[in-house]
């Protein structure tokens, strides 16, 4: 996996639990460009990987900035990030990837929630460089936990900027914005968020109208499955095989375990990073074989062409999957 070094430059309060990270080049030279919402692996340990959407402009070159919430229920990546992070600290981390992307569309309407803010922050910024017409609508706690608040204040971008503080009342569960009230043809809905905000947004706005195609989303962590039994008929488990096309050999899959597991554990090579399905890191050719999509990386279009995998959580439909590595 191709990582890049780079130095922690400065570290900001960017809220009351929430810390800004200043990264550049350990050599001191340009950082590889990235588009808005793209996202970088943080390596912080030997098994610690973590994914941080970057939030600066697309047009700087010289630093990536990240911005993390503390979140003491979580896995561990925040807490050792906040805990262990000074600056000058050298840290590997992958170069930007994007499953994220701007569409083109004549308005655009982001909706952030809490930490949400962050790949959103960025494609303001771009949207802004380009003349473009956008609205970005923030909800928080309150003004004290509001991440990178007083960044979009202070920026051009507070012009289109609308800030909604739960404490006082202004909450997307009292109404959507107005923006998204009535669908319009030429706009895209961009939302990020924690799972529940994001679930309410969307089915909201599906419930006015807007279309699935214009509603694009992100999450920090893979939706919940359903639970035991929740479902009748819910899909459960089974073993299969996964074919390697560059040497033919085969590799059974029990119930129990995913193909990324199985296959490190036969020595091939695989790239892993959030082990989620929320990444896109591992996500593999597939040359014959129908996968049962698991992830929240691709969109319903590009599971429906049932050309990649996410190999740390999809299944397959099909005994067999012959897979492109």
């Known amino acids: 996996m191709q990582t890049l070094d780079v130095i922690v430059h400065t570290i900001s309060l960017a809220s009351g639990t929430s810390r800004s990270y200043e990264l550049r080049a350990a050599d001191g030279g340009a950082l590889p460009s990235f588009e808005a919402g793209a996202h970088i692996d943080v390596h912080l340990g030997p098994s610690l990987v973590r994914q941080y959407s970057l939030c600066n402009s697309p047009r700087e070159t010289g630093r990536y900035l990240i911005c993390v919430r503390r979140d003491d229920t979580g896995r561990g990546g925040s807490r050792t990030l906040h805990r262990d992070l000074t600056v000058g600290r050298r840290l590997r981390i992958s170069p930007p990837r994007n499953h994220f992307p701007l569409v083109a569309a004549g308005h655009h309407v982001l909706v952030a929630g809490g930490i949400g803010i962050t790949p959103l922050l960025s494609m303001a910024e771009a949207l802004a460089a380009r003349g473009a017409s956008f609205v970005l609508h923030h909800y928080t706690s309150s003004a004290a936990e509001a991440p990178l608040l007083e960044r979009l204040q202070t920026s051009a971008l507070g012009e289109r900027a609308v800030v909604h503080h739960s404490d006082q009342g202004d ?71 996964v074919r390697i096309a560059s040497t033919g050999t085969g590799y059974p899959v029990p119930a129990d375990r995913t193909i990324a597991e199985v296959l490190t554990a036969h020595g091939v090579e695989v790239e892993l990073s959030c082990e989620q399905g929320i990444c896109g890191a591992c996500l593999t050719p597939v040359l014959a074989g129908e996968p049962d999509h698991r992830d929240e990386v691709q969109t319903p279009d590009e599971h429906a062409a049932n050309d990649r995998i996410t190999i740390c959580c999809s299944r397959a439909r099909t005994p067999e999957l012959l897979l492109g590595l």
């Open 171 to 241: 909450t997307v569960r009292a109404g959507l914005p107005t923006e998204l009230q009535v669908p319009e043809p030429d706009t895209a809905v961009y939302v990020c968020g924690p799972a529940g905000f994001m679930t309410h947004v969307v089915a909201k706005a599906t419930a006015a109208g807007w279309q699935p195609g214009q509603l694009h989303t992100e999450r920090f962590a893979p939706a919940a499955p359903p639970s035991a039994g929740a479902e009748a008929g819910a899909e459960v488990a089974t073993a299969f095989t």
